[in-house]
């Protein structure tokens, strides 16, 4: 009611002062167009018909409501020159049979300077329909921006018609005229949105008895951008012809709205399709925006951008996409035909450069069977053929077959892989165990047995005997002094290279203690054992073979 009064003084207030200007301003100037209408507002039934008069001194233009602008054929402008002199404007704007929904502001202004303008507020009152705009059943969205008053816009046919704003389910908020405020003109003005206004609103009014409501849902503008993401991140491989799909999903806020667009080769030919989804989950949103192209050209080949905006956040994300004229293999060494590995190498891989597309089947053959079925320490890894604990029987002719069925093309490569042995010596190579004692002078053959890849070459080498082992090559020792009745232990000692097969033996004479005669060379000292207390020599007799 304040309101209302508040309006209406205004409106009379306006009313006076376009009637002063009118009257001074055939002398004076125009500096904006003038309406007969005496007050800022008027007030119609729905069926009336509505006249407004302007008058100025350059050509006239008139903007009005919404409602009015979409159903111009109740309406005319009938415009002419006038004054004494015809040096005037004048439009004339009639409205037959106005309606609830031509409710809003009619302006007259001069069409080359439109802010020069003059506005009458026209209210076109009917009771089945107190809110000037209508709404089928679901709610509409409002916005809450940052620092922005928010409005709830449920304006009415009727001026004094009484509005109030419940919280939906049923808290009545009451205006304030400072935070929450009323505007028959604009509906309601929320000019410090809380988290509180967050939520189902709605306007009513009732009119003889009949409740009529707006409902409001309220959408704080977030704008979060969590993840921007392709669903193919490694470069995207195409033929030509072919078609090509890009997906992008970008993770939000919750009740974030997000704009993505795509930045591609074909944009200016307008070669692909966009289309939009959008999934709210329990705490987020997902917006996908799939791009496609449905046959692929030579020229859609490049990079593929898909950009994301949220109020002043963005993020974008890239793919190259590559599009091939035709299907190809090309299969070449990467260094000659021919490889080489080492026997007890842990691995060794035969990877020959491979460009194919589409991907083909790779099989690989060792001497023209299935490479992996002959050998477990044989697999194949992507083009590449793996062998573990390099063997010298790995050395062979390795042909790896590339085909793509689908297309008939098929290439071979073979690559001979040679394995390295280093070279050893056979246990028992030395064919002769134990050369013993040949006579001098005969003739004796030594067989060595070795093995390499490539054939190791074999030298001789000739060593004198090893130094001797026993000095002198023969010795007998005693651990003690002989004692009758006591143990004596008596040690021989001799050089193998020069004796064998020894044995002990008791002689009485000493004479016949002869020293034998070794069939080898070599200096023998005569090998007796004497003792002065006892008669008993110890001789030894040596036989040698
Ligand atoms: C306006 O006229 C139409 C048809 O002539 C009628 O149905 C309607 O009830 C009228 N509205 C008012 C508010 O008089
Ligand atoms: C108001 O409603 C009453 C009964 O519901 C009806 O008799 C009366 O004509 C209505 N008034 C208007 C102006 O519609
Ligand atoms: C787009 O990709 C996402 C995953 O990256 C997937 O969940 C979603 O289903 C895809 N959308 C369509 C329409 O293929
Ligand atoms: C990406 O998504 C599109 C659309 O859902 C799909 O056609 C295409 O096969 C997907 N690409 C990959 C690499 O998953
Ligand atoms: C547009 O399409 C034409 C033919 O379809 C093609 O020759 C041209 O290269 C395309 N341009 C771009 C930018 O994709
Ligand atoms: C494409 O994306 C990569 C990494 O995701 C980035 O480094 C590159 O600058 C992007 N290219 C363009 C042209 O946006
Ligand atoms: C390898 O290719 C040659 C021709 O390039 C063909 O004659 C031969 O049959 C192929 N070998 C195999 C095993 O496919
Ligand atoms: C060792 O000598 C004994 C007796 O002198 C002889 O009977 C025997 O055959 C010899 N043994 C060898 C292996 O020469």
């Known amino acids: 009611m304040i309101g209302y009064i508040f309006v209406v003084l205004c409106g009379l207030a306006g009313s006076a002062l376009a009637k002063g200007k009118v009257e001074r301003e055939p002398k004076g100037k125009f500096s904006a167009p003038v309406l007969d209408v005496k007050s800022r507002q008027l007030v119609l039934e729905a069926n009336q018909t509505l006249t407004i008069h302007c008058r100025g001194r350059w050509e006239l233009s008139w903007a009005f409501p919404g409602g009015v602008a979409r159903d111009q054929e109740r309406m ?22 106005a309606q609830a929904q031509h409710t809003g502001s009619f302006r007259c202004r001069y069409s080359h300077r439109t802010l020069r303008q ?35 816009p449920c304006r009415v046919t009727n001026p004094d018609a009484t509005v109030s704003l419940v919280k939906f389910p049923d808290q009545e908020l009451t205006p304030d005229q400072r935070n929450i ?13 809380t988290y509180f206004y967050i939520g189902l ?11 009529h409501s707006l409902n409001y849902l309220t959408h704080r503008q977030v704008n979060k951008i969590m993840k921007v993401y392709l669903n193919s991140t490694s470069p995207v491989h195409s033929l030509q012809g072919e078609s090509l799909a890009i997906n ?17 080769p074909g944009q200016a030919n307008r070669s692909a399709i966009v289309s939009r989804w959008i999934m709210a989950s329990t705490f987020h949103m997902v917006f996908y925006s799939i791009l496609s192209i449905p046959k692929l050209h030579r020229s859609d080949r490049g990079l593929y951008i898909c950009r994301v905006t949220s109020g002043p956040v963005s993020r974008e994300t890239n793919v190259s996409v590559t599009v091939y004229d035709r299907p190809f293999i090309r299969l070449k060494p990467r260094q000659g035909a021919e490889v080489e590995a080492h026997a007890g190498q842990k691995s060794y891989r035969l990877s020959p450069k491979l460009r194919a597309f589409p991907a083909p089947e790779v099989i690989w053959l060792k001497d023209g069977k299935v490479a992996a079925e002959e ?35 098929y290439q071979n490569l073979t690559l001979s892989l040679v394995v390295n042995v280093s070279p050893g010596i ?96 070599g200096e023998l000292d005569t090998p007796t054992h004497t003792h002065s207390d006892t008669p008993t020599h110890t001789v030894i007799h040596l036989h040698t073979q």
Not at 181 to 189: D, E, T
Not at 473 to 500: I, M, W
């Open 76 to 97: 005319r402008l009938e415009d002419s020159r006038c004054g004494r002199q015809s040096q005037h404007y004048c439009s004339q704007l009639t409205l037959s049979s």
């Open 118 to 152: 003059r506005a009458v507020y026209v209210y076109v009152t009917d009771r089945q329909r107190p809110f000037v705009e209508e709404q089928n059943n679901s709610p509409d969205v409002v916005y809450m921006k940052e620092s922005q008053p928010l409005v709830f």
């Open 181 to 193: 405020v009323w505007n028959s003109r604009q509906g309601f003005l929320i000019h410090s949105p």
């Open 201 to 211: 609103f709605s306007c009513k009014t009732s009119v003889n008895g009949t409740t």
């Open 248 to 264: 992008c999903t970008v993770t939000a806020e919750w009740n974030s709205r997000v704009s993505i667009s795509w930045d591609y």
């Open 375 to 409: 050998c477990s320490r044989y697999h194949v890894d992507g083009n590449s053929l793996v062998i573990r604990d390099v063997a010298e029987e790995d050395a062979g002719k390795y042909t790896i077959l590339v085909g793509i069925q689908e297309h008939r093309l």
């Open 426 to 521: 056979g246990e028992k190579a030395v064919s002769v165990q134990d050369p013993g004692s040949v006579p001098r002078g005969s003739r004796q053959a030594l067989h060595c047995t070795s093995h390499g890849v490539p054939p190791p070459h074999i030298a001789w080498l000739w060593h004198p005997c090893p130094p001797k082992d026993v000095p002198g090559g023969f010795s007998v020792s005693q651990e003690d002094e002989p004692r009758e009745g006591g143990d004596l232990h008596l040690t021989c000692v001799a050089n193998k290279h020069l004796y064998t097969n020894f044995s002990w033996q008791r002689v009485t004479d000493p004479a016949e203690a002869t020293p034998p005669t070794p069939s080898l060379g």
